[in-house]
C-alpha cells in the first residue's frame, strides 16, 4: 500500500426529486446550496494541511445529483482543489450526472475542469420501471444524454439497478440490448436491496408496490452475467464491467481498503487505520464547519483484526481477490495466516485460496452478502 497515495470523494446532496429506491443522503431544498458548498469548502480548506504530502490519485463527485447544481459550484470546489492538494499524479476525474440535468454547457465547463470520466444513471431501458421509481428521464432521453456526453468524454460509466418494480427477462433483455448498442466502456449493475430503508421498502411492506419474484432476479442475474461477457465485457467486481483498462481506479481505493477521504455530509474516510464518516444533518455539518470542527458523526481507530477483516470484506468484492504478498505487506503474518484460514474454515465452497490469492468462488460471488455477513461475524 502507497500511503502517500489518496482518493477523494466529495458528497453533493442536492437533487430535483429523490428517487423511491434511495438510500443516499440528499435533499430537493435548494436554498440550502450557499451555505452547504461554503462548509463544503471550509471542510476542504480545513483538512489540507494534514494532507499537504498525499497525492492525490482519483477525486469523485457523488451524490445526490452532481449535475443538478450549477457548474459555477462544482469549479469553487475544483478551485479548492487545486490550490490546497496535490493533484500533479491526478488519474480520474469523476463526476456522477443524471439524464436531464446534462447539457453541452456543463459538459465544456467539466472538461476545462480536467474532468475525465462521467458516471450516468440510467437505472433501466423500461420506462415503466423508471416511472415507476420517480425517474425523472425516459430511456431514450438516457440514451441521447450518453451519445452527448460520448462526444466530450471517452471514459463513461452507466449505472443500472436490477430488482425494481416492473422488472422481468424483456425488461433485462432491452437493457443488455441497449448495452450492447452502446458499448459504454464501464457497468456498474447493480441488485436493488430491499432491505435498506427507503421510500421504496415503505410501499412494498404496505403491498402498493412489488418487487420481482427471488429466483427470477436469479436468473436474470446469471442471464446478465452471460450476455455482459458475451458482448466484450470483463466482469472484475461483484457489480463492475469495464472493457479494456476502464476499470475504476476510485473504486480501487474502497474495494483494496487503502488511503480515501470523504467530504461533504455523510460522506466516509479511511487513512491508515484512521475510519470515519460525517454527520447526515445538514444542520450540524454546517454549524461544525462554521466552527472550524470537523463535522464526524463516528470515528474509530482499528486495531490489526478489525483492519484485516475490513481489507477482506471489501477486496473478497473483486474477482481477482487480494494477493497474500499484498496483505502481508500490510498485516503481521501470525494474525493473517490465522484468519485466512479461520475463514476457509468457516465458509468452505464460498472462498477459496489459490495461486497466491485469496477470493471467492462462483457459489461465494452467487451468495455474496451471505459471506460477507459470515465475514463479519468472524470478527
Known amino acids: 500500500m502507497n500511503s502517500n497515495e489518496i482518493a477523494i470523494y466529495i458528497h453533493i446532496p442536492f437533487c430535483k426529486r429523490r428517487c423511491l429506491y434511495c ?74 450526472v443524471n439524464p436531464e440535468s446534462i447539457n453541452e454547457f456543463k459538459l465544456r465547463t467539466y472538461k476545462s475542469m480536467g474532468i475525465n470520466r462521467i458516471s450516468v444513471g440510467f437505472q433501466s431501458a423500461s420506462d415503466n420501471i423508471l416511472k415507476n421509481v420517480g425517474r425523472l428521464h425516459t430511456f431514450e432521453e438516457g440514451v441521447k444524454a450518453y451519445n452527448l456526453i460520448s462526444s466530450f468524454f471517452e471514459n463513461v460509466n452507466i449505472d443500472f439497478i436490477l430488482g425494481l418494480p416492473g422488472e422481468n427477462k424483456n425488461t433485462v433483455e432491452k437493457t443488455l440490448e441497449y448495452i450492447g448498442k452502446l458499448k459504454p466502456p464501464h457497468i456498474s449493475y447493480y441488485l436493488f436491496d430491499p432491505s435498506h430503508e427507503t421510500p421504496l421498502k415503505n410501499l412494498c411492506e404496505n403491498g402498493k408496490m412489488h418487487l420481482p419474484d427471488c429466483d427470477l432476479l436469479s436468473d436474470l442475474l446469471d442471464f446478465i452475467y452471460q450476455k455482459l461477457e458475451k458482448i466484450g465485457y470483463n466482469r472484475y467486481e461483484i457489480s463492475s464491467w469495464s472493457q479494456d483498462n476502464k476499470e475504476s481506479l476510485h473504486n480501487e481505493f474502497y474495494w483494496k481498503n487503502l488511503n480515501y477521504i470523504g467530504f461533504g455530509l455523510s460522506a466516509g474516510g479511511h487513512l491508515n487505520r484512521f475510519r470515519y464518516v460525517n454527520t447526515c444533518d445538514i444542520e450540524v455539518y454546517v454549524q461544525a464547519l462554521t466552527s472550524d470542527n470537523f463535522a464526524y458523526e463516528f470515528t474509530y481507530n482499528n486495531n490489526e483484526y478489525q483492519e484485516l477483516t475490513e481489507t477482506l470484506f471489501m477486496g473478497l468484492r473483486l474477482l481477482e481477490g487480494l494477493s497474500y504478498e499484498s496483505l502481508l505487506d500490510r498485516f503481521e503474518k501470525p494474525i493473517l495466516d490465522e484468519f485466512i484460514n479461520k475463514i476457509l474454515k468457516n465458509l468452505p465452497g464460498y472462498i477459496t485460496y489459490e495461486d497466491g490469492a485469496i477470493k471467492l468462488t462462483k457459489k461465494g460471488l452467487d451468495f455474496s452478502r451471505y459471506v460477507f455477513e459470515e465475514l463479519i461475524a468472524l470478527e
Open 23 to 96: 438510500d443516499y443522503v440528499s435533499t430537493t431544498n435548494t436554498k440550502l446550496k450557499d451555505i452547504y458548498f461554503d462548509a463544503l469548502k471550509k471542510e476542504l480548506t480545513l483538512r489540507s494541511n494534514e494532507l499537504k504530502d498525499k497525492k492525490v490519485k482519483t477525486v469523485y463527485l457523488g451524490g445526490g445529483t452532481p449535475s443538478y447544481v450549477e457548474s459555477y459550484y462544482i469549479e469553487d470546489i475544483f478551485h479548492i482543489l487545486k490550490d490546497n492538494y496535490n493533484l500533479s499524479e491526478l488519474e480520474e476525474f469523476t463526476i456522477e
